[in-house]
Structure formats: C-alpha cells, structure tokens
C-alpha cells in the first residue's frame, strides 16, 4: 500500500486525498489552516455566497423596469432595500464552515487521516509535522497562496483589509477603495457597489480586468461607470494609510483617494516559505511558486504540487485537477495531462465573464488564424424579456474544419453558460454540431446556437 503524504487541505489536497484513497493509499493529510483551504474558509466560498446577496440587490435594482413595485409606494424597489452585513457575513461564515465539515466528513469516510500542524519536507520522502515524522511513498505539496501587501500598507483588520478579512465587518462601509482591478478586485469592487457602497476601483491598467477579454472588460467597465462606480485607471497605488476613522489611498502621481474602508487585491503569493523544498530538491520559480509539469510533477522524483502554489492557473478547479492528476500519476491509474487549453473559469462580476479556450488577444497577436464571431444579447429574445442588455456570446473555430476552439460569455450566470462551450472545446466539436443541437426558445443559449450559425457561414 503507497504512502502518501499531502501537505495542506485546500482542494488540490482534499480532491487528492480522495482519489489516492480510493486508488488504495494510505492517506495522511497535514493541514495547519482547516479542511479545505482557502477556497473554502477565505476565498472562493465565501467571496461567491457574499456575491451572491449582491446579485440579488442588483435584480431587485433592476426589477423596476418589469413591472415589479413594493409596497411602500416607492416606485423605484431599489429604495425599499437593505443589506444587513453583519447577516450576510454570518451567513458566509457560517456556510464556509458547513462546506469544510462536510468535506471533513468524506475524508473520514475515505480513511483519510487528517493532522493539524505545518508540514516540511526532510528530504523527498519524510515529512515532518511538528515531532513527527512521515515516511512517504508519494508527497504532495498544496499549500495554497495568501493575499499579497503593498509594502507599508499592511492590513489592520478594520479599515485596511485583505480578502480574507472582510467578512468580520458588521457595517457597510460608506466608501470602499479597492486597490487593484484583477479578478479579485473587480469582483469584489461589483458586489459591494450591488450591496450599496460608493466605491472608488484603483486600477493600474488602462482598464480594469487587464487579463480578461478585452471586449468583456469594456462591457464590465461601462456597466460599472453607469451604476455610479468610479473606475481610476492608469493609477498605481503607492501606499495605503489608515487615518482616523478612514484611509487615504496615495498614488504614485502624488494624488491621494479618501475612503471609510480600502480593500487591498494586488496579487497572491505562494505559501512555499520555511518548507525546506529547495533543499529536498524541489524547484521553485523566482516568485517563489513550484515548478510543476503537466501531470504535477515537481523536480524532486515522488513529490508532486496542485493548487496555487503551482501559480497555475489559479483556481480552485484546476487545483482539484492538478491533485487528482498527481494521484493518478503516482499510484499507476489511467492520467490525462493537465489541458489548459480546456479549462473553463468565471469572474463573478455582475455581469458575469466565463471563458474556455483560445483568446482574442491571441489572435489579434497573430498567434492564431481562427474566425471570431460576437453576438450580443441585445438581440436575444430571453435577455429583452429579462431586461438584460449588457453583454455577448462570442466563439472562435478554426477555419476549414469549424472546429470550436474557444469562447467567451458576459451575462448573468455566464458561469453557467460557460459549460456547453467548454464541451464543444473539449470533445473538439465543429460549429455545424453545436448549430444543430437544439436550444430551447427562448433562451440566452440560443445565443450560443446563433453565433455557431454565424460561423459556418464564415467557415
């Protein structure tokens, strides 16, 4: 029976614990921040159940123009309504703990022995935890990431804030300055302005979302301009300072941003520190993540490493890939290599913005000759009924063959529009397929269908 040994519990290291258990390994998991990680406890979990009180506030901002009305007389719902934060981050809290308990379950029922404590390694195959010593067939690394600090900056919990800090606020805050317009911030600088803050998003771009499809990120910053959201691009934050009850935000050209409340969303950097992994032989990149291969593989022969600290793209799906890949690899099942080309993800803004595969900025580089087509849902029948008029369905194929290759969606719950997408990429699926796959009528999907017509009329 294989040994292994998986250093953190996040979902590259509970979804591999799982899968070694289940291949017949002994199974120990050393975790020193709690079942589940920081997607379940800090990050993805919570952030997405704080997101989703915000997607209600903005339907009910919306509701207006359907007909809906309140009671009050008010013709405008959006006036009648509240966030109650204090509710809202109790509710947060409470389902981040109900997810790592039941995670903690399915361990003990695939025999997998948990111990609280940070892991080293001593060598490839010994980790030690505390005074204890163990001796490993097959380690694997997943220690996850933290939120980067600006330097001089740092967070006090109250005023200054990193991601992980803002669900023990009880107030609202009057005036959120998010300092950084990744993922991240963009995320979080659209639910609170849902929730009812002024917010004030500092981006060091000339637009926010930088790495995202530039066409979506337009969509995004002009629905964010019209809601009142004040977008400062091409403005670097130099420090952030608490100054009574609010901050001051001072940028690099010498202005200053005055805020109640600043939430700092400048990056992640690897928990890889104080683990003796150079020293048993395992490569690290100069910013410190673990240098993996396609199946997990670190330089050090037995050691594996999913999840964040791989700075592979990191999201919580492909860190649960990367530790269920790893397993497989290590105890002889059937592995498929790690496809980035397949993997799919979601910024929860409102609108949302899913992607899977080829980019537009790689075309427009000239990294590839495949055809683009952009629908808007402007024409779409189900988005007129629901009052959305915001966003797109867009799809790239490859000419001669219209093999899909890529796609992006920006609308509500794009993240579930994302997947039938994500299978045309995947199952290497023509254009012509997906247009004659039935879609429902009326429905955003048919978008989908529509754009694919569009393209074997191009192909």
């Given at each position: 029976?294989?040994?292994?040994?998986?250093?953190?519990?996040?979902?590259?290291?509970?979804?591999?614990?799982?899968?070694?258990?289940?291949?017949?390994?002994?199974?120990?998991?050393?975790?020193?921040?709690?079942?589940?990680?920081?997607?379940?406890?800090?990050?993805?979990?919570?952030?997405?159940?704080?997101?989703?009180?915000?997607?209600?506030?903005?339907?009910v901002e919306e509701a207006g123009e359907l007909g809906v009305r309140l009671d009050d007389?008010?013709?405008?719902?959006?006036?009648?309504?509240?966030?109650?934060?204090?509710?809202?981050?109790?509710?947060?809290?409470?389902?981040?703990?109900?997810?790592?308990?039941?995670?903690?379950?399915?361990?003990?029922?695939?025999?997998?022995?948990?111990?609280?404590?940070?892991?080293?390694?001593?060598?490839?195959?010994?980790?030690?935890?505390?005074?204890?010593?163990?001796?490993?067939?097959?380690?694997?690394?997943?220690?996850?990431?933290?939120?980067?600090?600006?330097?001089?900056?740092?967070?006090?919990?109250?005023?200054?804030?990193?991601?992980?800090?803002?669900?023990?606020?009880?107030?609202?805050?009057?005036?959120?300055?998010?300092?950084?317009?990744?993922?991240?911030?963009?995320?979080?600088?659209?639910?609170?302005?849902?929730?009812?803050?002024?917010?004030?998003?500092?981006?060091?771009?000339?637009?926010?979302?930088?790495?995202?499809?530039?066409?979506?990120?337009?969509?995004?910053?002009?629905?964010?301009?019209?809601?009142?959201?004040?977008?400062?691009?091409?403005?670097?934050?130099?420090?952030?300072?608490?100054?009574?009850?609010?901050?001051?935000?001072?940028?690099?050209?010498?202005?200053?941003?005055?805020?109640?409340?600043?939430?700092?969303?400048?990056?992640?950097l690897p928990n890889t520190d104080d683990m003796n992994l150079v020293e048993s032989g395992?490569?690290?990149?100069?910013?410190?993540?673990?240098?993996?291969?396609?199946?997990?593989?670190?330089?050090?022969?037995?050691?594996?490493?999913?999840?964040?600290?791989?700075?592979?793209?990191?999201?919580?799906?492909?860190?649960?890939?990367?530790?269920?890949?790893?397993?497989?690899?290590?105890?002889?099942?059937?592995?498929?290599?790690?496809?980035?080309?397949?993997?799919?993800?979601?910024?929860?803004?409102?609108?949302?913005?899913?992607?899977?595969?080829?980019?537009?900025?790689?075309?427009?580089?000239?990294?590839?000759?495949?055809?683009?087509?952009?629908?808007?849902?402007?024409?779409?029948?189900?988005?007129?009924?629901?009052?959305?008029?915001?966003?797109?369905?867009?799809?790239?194929?490859?000419?001669?063959?219209?093999?899909?290759?890529?796609?992006?969606?920006?609308?509500?719950?794009?993240?579930?529009?994302?997947?039938?997408?994500?299978?045309?990429?995947?199952?290497?699926?023509?254009?012509?397929?997906?247009?004659?796959?039935?879609?429902?009528?009326?429905?955003?999907?048919?978008?989908?269908?529509?754009?694919?017509?569009?393209?074997?009329?191009?192909?």
């Amino acid at each position: 029976m294989a040994r292994v040994v998986i250093i953190g519990g996040g979902p590259g290291g509970y979804e591999a614990a799982s899968a070694a258990a289940q291949l017949g390994g002994e199974v120990t998991v050393v975790d020193s921040g709690g079942i589940g990680g920081s997607a379940v406890l800090t990050d993805c979990v919570p952030s997405k159940t704080l997101i989703a009180t915000a997607e209600v506030m903005t339907e009910v901002e919306e509701a207006g123009e359907l007909g809906v009305r309140l009671d009050d007389g008010d013709e405008d719902p959006a006036n009648s309504v509240r966030v109650d934060l204090s509710v809202v981050n109790q509710r947060v809290k409470a389902l981040a703990a109900a997810q790592s308990s039941g995670i903690g379950r399915r361990l003990d029922r695939d025999k997998v022995r948990v111990i609280q404590g940070r892991g080293r390694l001593d060598g490839p195959e010994t980790v030690v935890v505390g005074d204890e010593r163990l001796d490993a067939d097959v380690v694997l690394i997943a220690t996850g990431a933290r939120p980067r600090i600006l330097k001089g900056s740092e967070p006090d919990g109250e005023r200054i804030l990193t991601w992980e800090q803002v669900y023990e606020l009880s107030e609202l805050p009057e005036r959120l300055i998010v300092v950084g317009s990744g993922v991240t911030g963009a995320e979080f600088a659209s639910a609170y302005d849902a929730l009812g803050s002024d917010v004030v998003l500092v981006s060091s771009r000339d637009r926010v979302l930088p790495g995202e499809d530039a066409d979506a990120a337009a969509v995004l910053e002009d629905v964010f301009k019209r809601r009142g959201l004040t977008v400062l691009s091409k403005s670097r934050a130099e420090s952030v300072q608490r100054r009574g009850d609010g901050v001051v935000v001072t940028l690099t050209d010498g202005r200053t941003v005055e805020g109640s409340h600043a939430l700092l969303a400048v990056g992640s950097l690897p928990n890889t520190d104080d683990m003796n992994l150079v020293e048993s032989g395992v490569s690290l990149t100069d910013g410190g993540f673990v240098q993996v291969d396609r199946v997990s593989r670190t330089t050090a022969r037995g050691v594996y490493a999913a999840g964040d600290c791989t700075g592979v793209l990191m999201l919580a799906s492909v860190a649960a890939m990367q530790g269920r890949i790893a397993m497989a690899h290590a105890l002889g099942d059937a592995v498929t290599p790690l496809d980035q080309s397949t993997v799919s993800a979601n910024v929860f803004t409102a609108p949302e913005i899913a992607t899977v595969g080829l980019t537009q900025a790689v075309v427009d580089a000239g990294g590839s000759t495949a055809l683009v087509v952009k629908v808007p849902l402007a024409d779409n029948a189900r988005a007129k009924m629901q009052g959305v008029r915001d966003g797109f369905v867009k799809l790239f194929c490859l000419p001669n063959t219209g093999i899909v290759v890529g796609g992006v969606v920006v609308a509500p719950r794009a993240s579930e529009l994302i997947h039938p997408i994500s299978l045309a990429v995947g199952a290497r699926l023509t254009v012509d397929q997906v247009a004659q796959s039935f879609t429902v009528y009326p429905s955003i999907t048919g978008s989908i269908a529509e754009a694919a017509r569009r393209l074997h009329l191009r192909n």
